[in-house]
């Protein structure tokens, strides 16, 4: 069992995200990540870390996404978080239909993610690797490093009926589609 679910294997009761507090009720560390690994890993249903092409020589190094060829979605809406106060959590959401891959671009922070049964962590920490994220996914970003640049790719513009910010909410929501 994953360190991160309870015994019953749902995310724990106590995952409140008032304020965006950290729900992980007993996060002990982020799922360690091979780096440099070709294989992709499945963290829950609709999420997982891939590894993105890099392209490079002695100048650099070079990353390119493309929607509908290096993504299983069209790319609507692109945005990064930067400048992340220490302590601070963010996201403390999840969505009814939106699809998105964060890449922490620079520096590095840890995604808290739940389907409303389990709750995993992952460390997002190279640029050349990226988590993709499906509807129905609690998130949390945390531990941010102060270089940190997280971007985030969706398949879809801003729409806040999308979302869902009441953690219990979600669960229930959740609850009921099963």
Sequence with gaps: MHPHVEA??????????????????GYDGPIPFQSGSNVTDDLLPGCRLVPLTVRGDA?????????GRDLPFAIARVYYVFGTT?????GCHAHHKLHQLAIAVAGSCTMLLD??????????DDPARGLTMGPMIWREMTDFSPDCVLLVLADAVYDEADYMRDYDGFLATVAASR
Excluded: T
């Design 115 to 124: 389907d409303g049964r389990q709750r995993v962590s992952v460390r997002l």
């Design 59 to 67: 100048r650099g190094s070079l990353v390119a996404i493309e929607g």
């Design 86 to 90: 220490a302590g601070v959590d963010r």
């Design 8 to 25: 019953n294997g749902r995310a724990p009761q106590s995952a409140v995200a008032d304020g965006c507090e950290s729900a992980a009720g």
